[in-house]
């Protein structure tokens, strides 16, 4: 089997700064994802990607950046954190992407908070 | 618009007792429908899914869930629950065959008490 690992798994940053997430997979699937998770609001999607070099924005893409240069990796950007800011970030791959009953396989998440 | 609707925000039961997770979801077409588990500090997994055959489809760890078109529903059962059901639980609609464009329940988490 495979897994997909996200560093760091908690991020502390300063209202305005730069972060970067990583998402690793060794699955060797076309697809990779990054949701937001907050509680109380589901997951929503803020950038997948279908191929090596591909970015397609989701319905939250608006604040972040992302960048997909191997295969088998997947990096979100938050290009100003917000203050008070506490989510988490959940990276998933999948198979094609193009099918509708695939499976998604998620990693285990980055904590952040803001200070 | 498409849409996903789990009515209950936590549930709690006993261990031993059945377990019924409601989902409703709203699509004109026919829909392929997704059950996940969230246990703490990890990813979703995948419990089962439906996307055409036998409404009553099987998951893992004794996870059942029925597809009705009728009452656009595709509720999760469990016949006798184990403390280590406790998790959240997240139903999820694919309405256009485009896996970017899922969409998720907010969620049910579930308590079993010993």
């Known amino acids: 089997g495979g897994i997909i690992t996200q560093t760091p798994k908690f991020l502390i940053g300063q209202e305005g700064q730069k972060l970067t997430l990583k998402c690793q997979q060794n699955f060797n699937h076309d697809t990779m994802y990054w949701y937001r998770q907050d509680s109380g609001k589901g997951l929503r999607l803020i950038y997948y990607?279908?191929?090596?070099?591909?970015?397609q924005k989701g319905d939250l893409s608006e604040g972040y950046d992302a960048s997909r240069e191997k295969k088998s990796s997947f990096s979100l950007t938050v290009t100003s954190a917000q203050k008070n800011e506490m989510a988490v970030f959940l990276c998933a791959s999948s198979i094609l992407g193009g099918a509708g009953a695939e499976t998604l396989y998620f990693g285990s998440g980055t904590r952040l908070t803001v200070l | 618009a498409q849409s996903v609707t789990q009515p209950d925000a936590r549930v709690t039961v006993s261990e031993g007792a059945s377990l019924q997770l409601r989902c409703k979801y709203s699509y004109s077409g026919t829909p392929y429908l997704f059950w996940y588990v969230q246990y703490p500090r990890q990813g979703l997994q995948l419990l089962l899914k439906?996307?055409?055959?036998?409404?009553v489809v099987q998951g893992v760890n004794g996870f059942e869930a029925e597809f009705s078109k009728s009452n656009s529903s595709f509720h999760l059962r469990k016949a006798s629950v184990h403390w280590s059901d406790s998790a959240v639980y997240f139903c999820v609609l694919s309405a256009t065959g485009n896996t970017g464009k899922l969409i998720f329940g907010l969620g049910t988490t579930l308590q079993v008490q010993p």
């Open positions: 439906y996307y055409s055959g036998d409404p």
């Open positions: 990607s279908i191929t090596e070099n591909d970015l």
